[in-house]
């Protein structure tokens, strides 16, 4: 019983615990919108986006456009869901993922978030990466607002393991441990990126 105890003790001092650790980062990153970016939702984007007449693929970049040009990368709001990060103009690769996903859908596209745990990008680093799939009229592509040669139309890195759609089972484990990898990160390096 006493073992036990122990183990429920443990446990549920690191599900707090990582997410904790991830606190002061996310506190220094200043309230509101970003500096210079006017208030705007995902779902005035795609009214914006509609009224300026594009249709199919052009209409597809200008909402990839958009995430990228107001989103900034971050590893210090990783707590915000993707419509409150685009809000503000900060995210991470599954918050940049999940804004681009919500505006594609608001737009009437068949889009959905999937990730490779393992990519490797043009400087050479490693590491996992989520992004978008996106269908039109039985065309689908790959597009990411992070990641990507917007002239060529293709993704800027190399998945090197299996492309999968995030499951809700890996969406929680990123909400739930993606604050303190990301704070982690930005605690060794200083940096966003």
């Not at 052009?58 to 990368?73: C, H, P, S």
């Not at 505006?103 to 978008?132: C, D, I, M, Y």
């Given at each position: 019983m006493?073992?036990?105890r122990?183990?429920l003790?443990f446990?549920?001092?690191f599900l707090?615990?990582?997410?904790?650790?991830a606190?002061?980062?996310t506190i220094t990153?200043?309230?509101?919108?970003?500096?210079?970016?006017?208030?705007?939702?995902i779902?005035?984007?795609?009214?914006?986006l509609?009224?300026s007449g594009k249709t199919?693929?052009?209409?597809v970049?200008?909402?990839?456009?958009?995430v990228?040009?107001r989103?900034q990368?971050?590893?210090?709001n990783?707590f915000d869901p993707?419509?409150?990060?685009?809000?503000r103009?900060?995210?991470?690769c599954?918050?940049?993922?999940?804004a681009?996903?919500h505006?594609?859908?608001?737009?009437?596209?068949n889009?959905?978030?999937?990730?490779?745990f393992?990519?490797?990008?043009?400087n050479?680093?490693v590491?996992?990466?989520a992004w978008?799939?996106v269908?039109?009229?039985?065309?689908?592509?790959?597009i990411?607002s992070?990641?990507y040669?917007a002239?060529?139309?293709?993704l800027?890195?190399t998945p090197l393991?299996?492309v999968?759609?995030?499951s809700p089972v890996?969406?929680l484990?990123?909400?739930?441990g993606g604050?303190?990898v990301?704070?982690?990160r930005y605690y060794l390096?200083?940096?966003d990126l």
């Amino acid at each position: 019983m006493f073992v036990i105890r122990a183990v429920l003790i443990f446990l549920i001092a690191f599900l707090v615990a990582v997410p904790l650790y991830a606190v002061p980062a996310t506190i220094t990153l200043p309230p509101g919108p970003r500096q210079g970016l006017e208030e705007l939702t995902i779902q005035q984007a795609a009214i914006r986006l509609r009224k300026s007449g594009k249709t199919d693929w052009e209409l597809v970049e200008a909402a990839r456009g958009l995430v990228a040009e107001r989103m900034q990368y971050s590893r210090r709001n990783a707590f915000d869901p993707s419509g409150r990060a685009f809000e503000r103009g900060y995210g991470y690769c599954m918050q940049h993922a999940f804004a681009l996903k919500h505006l594609l859908s608001e737009l009437g596209f068949n889009a959905k978030v999937v990730q490779a745990f393992q990519n490797r990008f043009p400087n050479g680093v490693v590491t996992s990466h989520a992004w978008v799939s996106v269908t039109v009229e039985n065309e689908t592509r790959q597009i990411d607002s992070l990641f990507y040669k917007a002239g060529a139309g293709e993704l800027d890195f190399t998945p090197l393991s299996e492309v999968t759609d995030i499951s809700p089972v890996f969406k929680l484990f990123t909400f739930w441990g993606g604050p303190a990898v990301n704070a982690h990160r930005y605690y060794l390096t200083g940096k966003d990126l």
